[in-house]
């Protein structure tokens, strides 16, 4: 019996995780919530390349990785910036009373 991890089985991984993270940002309403989802989805878009690149015998797929997490790294410090200074204004980080931010 072949007990292969094949490509095939991490892109099933990333699509799960993918469509996880798409449920998530779609159905919550709290700002946080929303924050990790999207995160999930660009660690799903992550294995993916990795997987491509394993696959294809090339350094690419890593690179790119690099870079996806050199851009989650500074969007999560802008990000989580601006959820703090609106939770400390009004006390709550639910996305509907957000939009009352308005001029």
């Not at 099933?12 to 989805?41: D, H, K, P, Q």
Request: neutral net charge; proline residues 0%; aromatic residues 6%.
């Amino acid at each position: 019996m072949d007990l292969t991890v094949t490509v095939g089985w991490y892109m099933t991984l990333a699509a799960a995780l993918f469509a996880i993270g798409a449920i998530g940002l779609l159905l919550r309403r709290n700002a946080l919530v929303m924050f990790m989802s999207i995160e999930l989805m660009l660690n799903a878009v992550n294995l993916t390349f990795v997987a491509a690149g394993r696959e294809l015998g090339v350094l690419e797929g890593q690179l790119s990785v690099l870079f996806v997490m050199v851009v989650a790294a500074a969007e999560v410090t802008v990000g989580l910036a601006i959820i703090v200074a609106v939770f400390r204004r009004r006390a709550t980080a639910s996305v509907d009373e957000l939009a009352g931010l308005k001029g």
